[in-house]
C-alpha cells in the first residue's frame, strides 16, 4: 500500500487523506502527540476543510544550472498514483500550521528528492508565480479534483543526486525545450505543464 | 457594533468571527444558502480552523502615481478595533473558497477603500513579498494573534477617491517618506510598518 | 521617406542611423542646440559606438486587461522596415543619455502607439525580463545585427486607443494564445517572439 | 598605483580610465589586440563615451544565508579611491561589448571577491532593482559624478572565502540589520545604502 509519509512520528501530520489511514492503521491516531496537537487532522476533517477553504502549498521545478546560474536541465518527477496510473508531476505538498513556507518548501523538496539533493533554496520569498488550482475545471490553468489549494511556486537548484522516496518513483532530467513541450504538458497532472512553462520563463529558458 | 459587513447576503461570507456574531444576530445563520454552502464557516469553525491551517490572505498597499507611474503617496488605513483601539493598516482579508487571488483581492480594496477608488489590479499575479504572520511574536516580522495567516501582498495605484466603509475610518495619504518612517512602523498592526518598507522599496520608492 | 522621428526639435536625439541622414536632410544637423550636446550622436557616431558598448534598450509589451486587472489582449505591432519588408514586433527604443528608464519607456509608448493610448507604467522599475541582443544569432534567444543591445521589459496596460505613428502601421490586438503561437513567433523580428512568451508568463497568461 | 586590472591581457578592457592609464603604462595600449578589437576603448574614448550614452552596469549584493536560503549576512566592500579616501560600497562594474550580463556579473564577482568566493548566481536574469546613476545629484537616489549608469542589481548568495583583489580592502559580514542602518548608508558611495535596502527588501530580510 503506498504510503507517502513512510517514516511517521508523533509530530509528523500526513498531508493526504490516504496517507492518514495508513498512518491510522498502525495506531498513530491514538498517540497523545496527535491527539492533543490542535492542528494536527484526520483525514475525514482534512476532506471537509478541502471544500471550505483554500489550502496553501509550495510547489518547486527543479533545475540544474551551469556555472553562471543558466538553467541547463529540468527535473520532473514520475510518480505513481494510488490507483496505479503514472503521471509526471513536480515537487509539491501543502505549507503545514505553524510552518514556514521556506521550511515547507525544504521539507517536500527532501521529501520527493531524496536527503542527497542539496536544493539551494532560494533567498527571496517572492515565488516565479501564483498557480490557483481549482476543483472545477477551466476556472484557472490549473485544476485539482479534491480541493482549492493556491501555490507558491519556486525555481530551485538541486546540486547533488536525487533518490526520490515515498510515492515518486524517478526524477527525470530534462533539456528546457523538452520540459517545454506539448508531449510533456499532457502527461502532467494538474496542468502542471503550464507552471514548468513559466517557471522557463521566469529564468529566461523558455524559447 | 462594528461590523464590517454591513451588508450582508445569503452569498456573503464574514471573514471573522465578531462579523459573524453580529451577522448571526440578524438572522443571517439561519438561511439555506448558508446552511448548504460547505464553503460557509460559522464563527466557531472558523476560530477553530485558525488554529489548525495556515489562513490565505491578500493585502494591498494603496498607492498614488505621477503619469509616469512612479509612486508619490502611500494610503494608510486608520482603523478602529473592536474594543475602540486606533491603529494604522492596509487592506488585508481572507481569499475565500473558490475565490481567485485577483477576485479577492479586488473586494477587498472595494471593501477598505470604497466603489469609488478605482484600483487598478496589476497584470501580474505575483505579490512584491510574502507575508507570513505568526500567532506567536519573533517567529517571523509579522505577527497576528488569531492565527497563522499567509498573505500575498501587492503594491496597487488607486485612480479615484477613497471613502472607507466599515471599520476603516480614513485614509491618509503620506509621502514615501512619511510612510517608511519609524514613527509609522510603531502605530501598524501586526508588523506591517515592515511589509509598507518592502512595498516602498519594490517600486524604488524606499530611501 | 520614412522618419521615425517626424518632430524633431533641438532636444530630439534621433534613435537610428537611417533617422539622422533624413532628419539631418532637414537642417536638423546644423542647429546649435544639436552640436554643443554632448550627448548628441552622429549616425557615423552611433554607429561606431553600437560596435563598441552594449546600448541600453527598453521594450514595452502593450496589453488589454478586464476589471481585475487579468490580461486579454496583447497589442502586436506591425512595421514596414526602410526595404519595405513588413514585420511584427512591439514597442522598442533606445535609452538616451540623461534619461530615466521610466521616461524612455513613456516616450517610445507615446513614438510607437499615439498620443490616445493611455499606457499604465507599472509602479515597479523591475522588468519581466532582460532580453539580451547580440549580432551574432545563437548567442542568446535575441539578436540584433546592428548591436549588443540588453533590454529592460515590461509588460504596460493601454487605456486608450492606439494610433501608431511614423513607421508603425498598425496595432493588432491578439489573444493571449494567438500571442503565444509558433506562427506568430516566426514573423517577429530578432526572436521577439520570445520575448513575448516570458510577457504572458509573467502574467501568468502563457498556457 | 592601485590598478583594478592586475592581470591585463590584450582581450582584457579596463573598465575605467585611471585603470587604462595604469594598465597603458605598462604598454597594453599598444598591443595589436587591443587597437584591433572595435570594442576596445582607450580611457579618452571612453571618458567621453560616459558623457553622451547611459553605461549599462551590473551590481552584486553578496550574502550569506542559512540551510533554507534565508539570508544571514551581509557583504559590504571597503574600497579604497585612487584619492585615498576609503569608502564603503557593494560588487559593481560595466557590462563590456559582446558580454552576457550573467558572465559580466560573475567576472565582478570575481575581481572584488576572489577566485574562492563561489558565487552562486540566481537561475533568473531579473534583477530585484535596476538603479539608476546620474550625474547630477538629486534626480533619483543614485549618483555618479563620471557618468549615467543603469544597473542590474542582484542579490548573490556566497558560499567560499571572500578574499578581496585589486582595491577591495576587504570584505565585512554584517547582519541585515546594521546592513540596513542609517550609519552603513551614510559611509556608502553613490547612494547604494539605498540599494542595499532594496536588497535587503527584496530578499524579506529588512525590518
Known amino acids: 500500500m503506498a ?20 498512518v491510522g492503521a498502525a495506531g ?9 496537537n490542535p492542528a494536527w487532522l484526520s483525514d475525514v476533517e482534512l476532506t471537509e476543510i478541502r471544500r471550505r477553504l483554500p489550502m496553501l502549498y509550495v510547489e518547486a521545478v ?24 503514472i503521471t ?37 520569498p517572492v515565488p516565479f508565480t501564483v ?13 485539482d479534483d479534491r480541493q482549492h489549494a493556491v501555490s507558491l511556486a519556486f525555481v530551485v537548484p538541486v546540486t547533488g543526486t536525487c533518490e526520490p522516496r515515498q510515492d515518486a518513483l524517478e526524477v527525470t532530467w530534462m533539456t528546457p525545450q523538452e520540459a517545454a513541450s506539448d508531449a510533456l ?11 514548468v512553462r ?7 529558458a523558455l524559447r
Chains 1, 2, 3, 4 share one sequence.
Open 88 to 124: 509526471r508531476t513536480i515537487v509539491s505538498g501543502r505549507v503545514r500550521y505553524g510552518e514556514t513556507v521556506r521550511d515547507a518548501l525544504f521539507r517536500h523538496l527532501e521529501n520527493d528528492l531524496g536527503p542527497m539533493a542539496f536544493p539551494l533554496l532560494p533567498p527571496s
Open 185 to 195: 504538458a499532457a502527461e502532467m497532472e494538474g496542468g502542471r505543464g503550464t507552471l
Open 62 to 85: 527543479p533545475v540544474r544550472t551551469d556555472g553562471t546560474g543558466s538553467v541547463t536541465q529540468v527535473g520532473i518527477l514520475l510518480r505513481a498514483t494510488p490507483v496505479g496510473e
Open 28 to 36: 498513530f491516531g491514538g498517540v497523545p502527540g496527535g491527539s492533543t
Open 3 to 22: 504510503v507517502r509519509t513512510p517514516d511517521p512520528d508523533p509530530n509528523e501530520q500526513p498531508d493526504d487523506a490516504e496517507d492518514f489511514a495508513a
Open 198 to 204: 513559466h517557471a522557463l520563463a521566469s529564468v529566461g
Open 131 to 143: 498557480a490557483e488550482y481549482f476543483p472545477i475545471p477551466g476556472v484557472s490553468a490549473y485544476h
